[in-house]
């Protein structure tokens, strides 16, 4: 079946250490997102990415980074530079086209706590 | 600016009662727009969407929601809420392949 994998479900980061969450798809999507959840606060976009070897800041880029190298694949790695990574991030990929009207399917998130 | 808000944190309903959450949207013009569910520790799944046509839509599980474009508004609807149905809410629009999501709604459901 189709669907989005992100792993792992749980990761645990020390004070300076850089981490990477993985995002893989085989809808072939073109677009692919990744939201940092808070609670109270909705979902806030990170970075996003409508083609191959392109990607786009969201809201709320400052301490992340992302790549595509493939289509199938965003992974994002928060850095040092993130003072305040403990969260919940939730990887989504969609169809491009006129507008959006197609939605998003969604990944079952990673959590990823500063020890 | 574009926004979405839902105006209820938490509700609480009784096991077989009506649901109704609340969703108002801020934009120019008719964005297309999304109810999603989430679960506990859990992404989020597509309820429903609109983005044309008849203004009541009906999704997954039971669900219905009604555009207002006069009220700016996109309410989630369901007739008997079941236990099972207890999760977290957002309301999202969407107007060219950037989704904004509302901070969401707790629903607990009471036996």
């Known amino acids: 079946d189709g669907g989005i994998t992100q792993s792992p479900k749980y990761l645990f980061r020390k004070e300076g250490q850089n981490v990477t969450l993985s995002c893989e798809q085989n809808?072939?999507?073109?677009?692919m997102y990744w939201y940092r959840q808070d609670p109270g606060q909705g979902l806030r976009l990170i970075y996003y990415?409508?083609?191959?070897?392109?990607?786009q800041k969201g809201d709320i880029a400052e301490g992340y980074s992302v790549s595509r190298e493939k289509k199938e694949s965003f992974p994002l790695t928060v850095t040092s530079a993130q003072k305040n990574p403990t969260a919940f991030y939730l990887c989504?990929?969609?169809?491009?086209?006129?507008?959006?009207?197609?939605?998003?399917?969604f990944g079952s998130g990673t959590r990823l706590t500063v020890v | 600016a574009q926004s979405v808000t839902q105006p209820d944190i938490h509700i609480t309903v009784s096991e077989g009662a009506s649901l109704e959450l609340r969703c108002n949207y801020s934009?120019?013009?008719?964005?297309?727009l999304f109810w999603y569910v989430q679960s506990p520790g859990q992404g989020l799944q597509l309820l429903l969407k609109?983005?044309?046509?008849?203004?009541l839509v009906q999704g997954i599980k039971g669900f219905e929601a009604e555009f207002k474009r006069s009220q700016s508004s996109f309410n989630l609807r369901k007739p008997s809420v079941h236990w099972s149905d207890a999760a977290e809410y957002f309301c999202?629009?969407?107007?060219?392949?950037?989704?904004?999501f509302g901070a969401g709604t707790r629903l607990t459901v009471k036996p």
């Open positions: 989504a990929s969609g169809r491009v086209d006129r507008g959006g009207r197609y939605g998003y399917t």
């Open positions: 809808l072939n999507h073109d677009a």
């Open positions: 609109y983005f044309s046509g008849d203004t």
């Open positions: 999202a629009f969407d107007s060219n392949n950037d989704m904004r």
């Open positions: 934009y120019g013009a008719t964005p297309y």
């Open positions: 990415s409508q083609i191959v070897n392109d990607f």
